[in-house]
């Protein structure tokens, strides 16, 4: 049944062009041709990039962040309480107004310990700023790396400066060991980034980072099968030039070098805009998708190379999105603010003082701190009246 499978999962017309076959892309005569078996390497490279950074962010990144000026907020722990340790683990971590009524009720609590307690809890599980920085510093230095790393690759590559040679006698395009390892290392950082999701530092836009991370897995491991490796290591380095600047202003920002990391965000926007939303649309869309098949027909595999490449133009348009509200809010107030992807932390003393604006300040008498309109049913009342009564009559 196996075999079956693979005989059907590996047939050329799902993979290559029409009429061309697998036995065309054989080893032969010094020519080396892409195999999908060589990227079975990339999974023990992603074991070995995963100790790396570990390593690194222990004994570089930690003591760098100390030496930079980088501190973590002191933060209050709150008081072990199973019902509310439990509300917040399976029904959510911010229960609405109800919701807290009854477990503060049920904890012999008052509403404003309960929101306290909640605040605090969730405060515990926001990762703290060293282990950003650490994060940051490890994906700057990878992508920084991988940048020029593939630019000395490519630079004297005839594709680089002209797309539409991606094409010329494709697939007959012969391997060369320099592109392999910079493919390979690029597909093992990306493996690592999806084994190690449940642990990172998780943003607003967790669930697209998880989409386009298994969408470079896949276009990688396409394009290598498919002998579509010109093309990917475009995309690759095109996305590589902005990704190393996003990291360096991540680090500034959490160094508090406000200055520099407005400079390092605008610089940041410019290559963003300018490699996602005009090089990639005008230089690769157009190249996938017409001068791809000007002299060869459509096949399964250009649809669906084409459609996951449009997958990340939209997360490109949706991040794209993101950045223009921190440049709009930067034109407006003078200084950027924080990356809208974060979860900010909770201060207390905010919450409680705007709570207490909205709520009279209660006395222990049960007095309330502002005035209030006296009863007129009560003992005092009653006698006030009679002796109205009589002075009206001697009158």
Same mark, same amino acid.
């Given at each position: 049944?196996?075999?079956?499978?693979?005989?059907?999962?590996?047939?050329?017309?799902?993979?290559?062009?029409?009429?061309?076959?697998?036995?065309?892309?054989?080893?032969?005569?010094?020519?080396?041709?892409?195999?999908?078996?060589?990227?079975?390497?990339?999974?023990p490279?992603?074991?070995?990039?995963?100790?790396?950074?570990?390593?690194?962010?222990?004994?570089?990144?930690?003591?760098?962040?100390?030496?930079?000026?980088?501190?973590?907020?002191?933060?209050?722990?709150?008081?072990?309480?199973?019902?509310?340790?439990?509300?917040?683990?399976?029904?959510?971590?911010?229960?609405?107004?109800?919701?807290?009524?009854?477990?503060?009720?049920?904890?012999?609590? +008052?509403?404003?310990?309960?929101?306290?307690?909640?605040?605090?809890?969730?405060?515990?599980?926001?990762?703290?700023? +060293? #282990?950003k920085?650490?994060?940051?510093?490890?994906?700057?230095?990878?992508?920084?790396?991988?940048?020029?790393?593939?630019?000395?690759?490519?630079?004297h590559?005839?594709?680089?400066?002209?797309?539409?040679?991606?094409?010329?006698?494709?697939?007959?395009?012969?391997?060369?060991?320099?592109?392999?390892?910079?493919?390979?290392?690029?597909?093992?950082?990306?493996?690592?980034?999806?084994?190690?999701?449940?642990?990172?530092?998780?943003?607003?836009?967790? #669930?697209?980072?998880v989409?386009?991370?298994?969408?470079?897995?896949?276009l990688?491991?396409?394009?290598?099968?498919?002998?579509l490796?010109?093309?990917?290591?475009?995309?690759?380095?095109l996305?590589?030039?902005?990704?190393?600047l996003?990291?360096?202003?991540?680090?500034?920002?959490?160094?508090?070098?406000?200055?520099?990391?407005?400079?390092?965000?605008?610089?940041?926007?410019?290559?963003?805009?300018?490699?996602?939303?005009?090089?990639?649309?005008?230089?690769?869309?157009?190249?996938?998708?017409?001068e791809?098949?000007?002299?060869?027909?459509?096949?399964?595999?250009?649809?669906?190379?084409?459609?996951?490449l449009?997958?990340?133009?939209?997360?490109?348009?949706?991040?794209?999105?993101?950045?223009?509200?921190?440049?709009?809010?930067?034109?407006?107030?003078?200084?950027?603010?924080?990356?809208?992807?974060?979860?900010?932390?909770?201060?207390?003393?905010?919450?409680?003082?705007?709570?207490?604006?909205?709520?009279?300040?209660?006395?222990?008498?049960?007095?309330?701190?502002?005035?209030?309109?006296?009863?007129?049913?009560?003992?005092?009342?009653?006698?006030?009246?009679?002796?109205?009564?009589?002075? +009206?009559?001697?009158?």
């Open positions: 049944m196996l075999s079956s499978f693979n005989e059907w999962f590996w047939q050329d017309r799902f993979w290559l062009p029409p009429n061309v076959t697998w036995t065309e892309l054989e080893d032969r005569d010094g020519r080396v041709y892409p195999h999908p078996q060589d990227l079975l390497a990339a999974l490279l992603a074991l070995v990039l995963l100790a790396m950074r570990l390593a690194f962010e222990r004994f570089i990144g930690l003591p760098l962040s100390r030496w930079l000026g980088v501190r973590d907020q002191t933060r209050r722990q709150v008081k072990p309480n199973a019902t509310l340790e439990k509300h917040f683990l399976t029904e959510g971590h911010r229960p609405k107004e109800p919701q807290l009524s009854l477990l503060a009720a049920q904890c012999g609590l +008052t509403l404003r310990q309960t929101q306290r307690w909640f605040r605090r809890r969730r405060n515990q599980d926001r990762p703290q700023l +060293t #282990k920085f650490c994060e940051a510093s490890w994906r700057f230095l990878f992508y920084l790396s991988s940048f020029v790393g593939g630019l000395s690759v490519l630079y590559e005839s594709w680089l400066w002209a797309p539409v040679m991606c094409w010329d006698r494709y697939p007959n395009q012969t391997l060369k060991p320099s592109l392999y390892w910079w493919y390979l290392l690029e597909l093992g950082f990306y493996l690592s980034l999806l084994i190690r999701l449940p642990f990172d530092v998780k943003r607003k836009d967790f #669930k697209e980072q989409t386009h991370h298994f969408v470079a897995v896949i990688m491991t396409f394009s290598y099968s498919a002998n490796l010109r093309i990917g290591s475009l995309v690759l380095l996305h590589d030039s902005s990704d190393y996003l990291e360096a202003c991540k680090m500034v920002n959490y160094m508090q070098y406000q200055q520099v990391c407005d400079a390092l965000f605008l610089i940041f926007s410019l290559v963003f805009f300018y490699t996602r939303l005009v090089l990639f649309p005008t230089q690769i869309l157009y190249t996938t998708y017409y791809s098949i000007s002299n060869r027909g459509p096949f399964f595999g250009y649809y669906f190379f084409n459609g996951l449009m997958l990340l133009q939209l997360l490109h348009v949706f991040w794209s999105c993101l950045i223009l509200r921190m440049l709009y809010s930067f034109m407006k107030k003078g200084q950027m603010e924080k990356d809208i992807r974060s979860d900010v932390e909770e201060s207390d003393s905010s919450e409680e003082e705007a709570a207490a604006a909205q709520e009279p300040l209660q006395l222990k008498n049960g007095a309330a701190g502002g005035p209030r309109p006296a009863p007129t049913d009560g003992p005092r009342s009653r006698v006030a009246g009679h002796l109205t009564n009589r002075h +009206t009559t001697a009158t």
